[in-house]
């Protein structure tokens, strides 16, 4: 006597036995699967400690709005303090790469800090972010595969704005005052080359050294017969500069005109009306009237009680094009040259600040707007007043004859009004 299984339940054994085989198989290799993880280098402490702190917001903003997972997989975030010191920031970025083993680099602020670890990115063959240096050889005269930069060059907005300043503002001569170091020397460049081939003289540059808090010494030089005053300074120097400006005599006669970061948004709130008026052009303002980034700030002032900065911003965008980059990859950062490869191949239509892409040096093509201080509801805010688009980083220069010139420096370009 013989028994015979009915078909239809031989093919549901047979399924089962595969599922389990699959389930049996699958799951440790879904089990291996680590963690994403990222090293964020900030000056947390120090006088740029505001700009670290809205940096690590603006990241950790975006990864809480995707559960803190990239491409599906979860994020691990190491934060480092590097107190804006250069030889603190090698360290960390050290100890991520030899110790964390983290699968990239993102942060750090300062432009001679992204010329030090620009080095490191190749020895480790790291890929590194830099959402915030704006060195401008980082991505010209000595661009790494390694290394992307998601902010702008310090010549980016001033090259766009040395023209508005010469035609719509109608100045014509010029003083500078700034940090003495490389970003100061950028901006200062890329502003004075358009405003002079627009018709425009500088007729003096004053540089003080980073760090410093008392500006008086160098603001009673400042010439009073200039149209206005091109100021440049940055961290401890940017927070003290409008009510000294003010107390120097100067506000009121000399407009003060000059480089983003003496009125972004991070120290903006911090000032009262001795800042109204100051115009100075950035690829972000936190007054842009679009509907993305009215969320986008209505969200951050929710979560962290202020405005985001362009620190915020450009930090917030870093967090979703490293996402986007890594859905290319499927997930699979640790291919690390395939990752960087899709990460130079991302746009982002709709970021906060506007479409932006990257070019074929690694830095970003994007809006630059002119903006004024100005008091609304009660605030102080860059209102926009005028729209750049597309901006490159080599403006309407071929690159290649650009690259020929000597980088921005503090005698580059010759101060031929002074």
Same mark, same amino acid.
């Given at each position: 006597m013989s028994m015979r299984t009915p078909r239809g339940f031989s093919i549901i054994v047979l399924v089962? &036995?595969?599922?389990a085989i699959s389930v049996t198989v699958l799951a440790p290799v879904e089990a291996q =699967? =680590?963690?994403?993880?990222?090293g964020f280098l900030a000056p947390l402490t120090g006088g740029a400690a505001q700009i670290?702190?809205?940096m690590v917001n603006g990241?950790?903003?975006?990864?809480?709005?995707?559960?803190?997972?990239?491409a599906g997989r979860k994020v691990e975030v190491i934060v480092e303090d590097t107190a804006g010191n250069p030889g603190t920031a090698i360290t960390k970025f050290r100890k991520f790469a030899e110790s964390d083993r983290v699968d990239m680099v993102v942060?750090? &602020?300062?432009?001679?800090?992204?010329?030090?670890?620009a080095p490191k990115a190749e020895e480790f063959r790291m890929p590194t972010i830099f959402p915030v240096i704006a060195a401008d050889d980082l991505t010209q005269r000595k661009t790494s595969k390694w290394v992307v930069r998601l902010g702008w060059t310090g010549s980016q907005p001033s090259h766009p704005f040395g023209e508005y300043v010469a035609k719509t503002l109608g100045y014509k001569r010029v003083a500078v005052f700034g940090t003495d170091y490389a970003f100061g020397y950028e901006v200062v460049g890329g502003f004075q080359r358009t405003f002079e081939e627009a018709g425009g003289q500088v007729i003096q540059k004053l540089w003080a050294p980073l760090g410093t808090t008392d500006l008086a010494p160098y603001l009673s030089q400042i010439k009073r017969e200039a149209d206005a005053a091109f100021i440049i300074v940055v961290a401890a120097s940017a927070l003290r500069f409008p009510a000294q400006y003010q107390d120097a005599g100067l506000r009121g006669r000399l407009p003060v005109i000059g480089g983003a970061v003496i009125v972004d948004e991070s120290i903006l709130p911090s000032f009262g009306d001795e800042a109204l008026g100051i115009v100075t052009p950035l690829m972000y303002s936190a007054a842009l009237d679009t509907p993305v980034n009215k969320r986008f700030v209505a969200e951050y002032? =929710?979560?962290?009680?202020k405005i985001p900065s362009y620190f915020s911003e450009t930090c917030y965008t870093s967090g979703r094009w490293i996402n986007e980059a890594a859905r290319v990859v499927g997930g699979n950062v640790e291919d690390r040259e395939k990752f960087m490869a &899709?990460?130079? =191949?991302v746009e982002i239509p709709d970021a906060p600040r506007g479409p932006v892409k990257l070019d074929a040096w690694g830095n970003p093509i994007q809006n630059i707007y002119v903006r004024k201080v100005e008091r609304k509801g009660g605030e102080l805010q860059n209102t926009v007043i005028h729209t750049f688009p597309a901006v490159s980083q080599f403006w309407t220069y071929k690159p290649d004859e650009f690259l020929k010139q000597p980088l921005y420096n503090r005698d580059q370009p010759p101060c031929r009004f002074c």
């Open positions: 089962l &036995a595969l599922l =699967k =680590k963690p994403i993880k990222i670290g702190r809205d990241f950790e903003m975006y990864l809480e709005e995707t559960g803190h997972q990239i942060g750090e &602020a300062f432009a001679h800090i992204g010329y030090a670890l002032r =929710k979560r962290f009680g &899709a990460f130079r =191949k």
